[in-house]
């Protein structure tokens, strides 16, 4: 199984339309949950562009004008779609896997960069965890850090933090180790900042059913972060052609 989760910053930018058809055609992805859409609806002629052969199931939140916005995509050839259900700061796939005949849990979530409403979205999380009775992943950009290694400056942690970890710690999630570099956002200058503000978390359950579940991030392209690429086996992840390979960051 092949997920993709990516901080997009935007699903209508120049190039945006092409890049995501390219990661979701080369990579064979079975589910996609693209975070900061800044997309209030989606026209047919939107997912034509990027799934011309109506091969997944799509549901959204929509943005507050130009702020959040989570769009996220199922693959119907590997699963069946039981239902969507929409929070504040997430869009949680209830799933029939096909190959596997169990039911799963695929929770795509945002946190808002500024700190206002922070208090709630850890309460949603805590919700999501502590509801949840499928093998579950639950990942995107939840700005904010768990750990002084999260950043490439000086970092000592926050209640939020502390919160964080609260949240993760009790329901025995797994915080998956990213391979191919430490961070997943940069703001892009010379002498960069560089942090992991996006992640994927598993449940227990998940991590019996996938024990082979890795986590590497992809070149950065059109955003400041890095798309997050989830494989379920060591041997099932395609080669991607030379067109997604050409990404750069």
Request: glycine content about 6%.
């Amino acid at each position: 199984m092949i997920g993709v989760l990516w901080n997009c910053r935007g699903v209508s930018k120049k190039g945006m339309s092409s890049l995501l058809k390219e990661i979701l055609t080369d990579y064979a992805v079975d589910f996609v949950g693209l975070q900061e859409t800044m997309r209030l609806k989606y026209p047919d002629k939107f997912f034509r562009k990027i799934d011309y052969g109506k091969k997944f199931a799509w549901h959204w939140i929509p943005s507050n004008g130009r702020s959040g916005g989570v769009l996220c995509g199922v693959n119907l050839d590997r699963f069946d779609v039981i239902k969507f259900i929409e929070g504040t700061f997430s869009l949680k796939a209830i799933v029939q896997d096909k190959k596997e005949k169990r039911t799963l849990s695929l929770v795509t979530v945002y946190g808002l960069a500024h700190e206002e409403n922070r208090d709630l979205f850890l309460t949603e999380l805590s919700q999501i965890c502590s509801t949840n009775t499928y093998p579950m992943i639950l990942g995107g950009d939840f700005n904010i850090r768990r750990f002084s290694s999260d950043k490439n400056t000086s970092f000592s942690g926050n209640k939020f933090t502390d919160l964080f970890n609260w949240v993760i710690n009790p329901h025995e999630l797994r915080d998956l180790p990213l391979n191919g570099g430490s961070y997943t956002w940069s703001n892009n200058q010379q002498v960069p900042t560089l942090e992991r503000l996006d992640r994927i978390l598993i449940s227990e359950d998940w991590e019996k059913l996938f024990p082979l579940t890795s986590l590497r991030k992809l070149p950065r392209e059109l955003s400041d972060h890095n798309p997050l690429l989830l494989c379920t086996e060591q041997n099932n992840l395609k080669k991607p052609k030379p067109s997604a390979l050409k990404l750069h960051g």
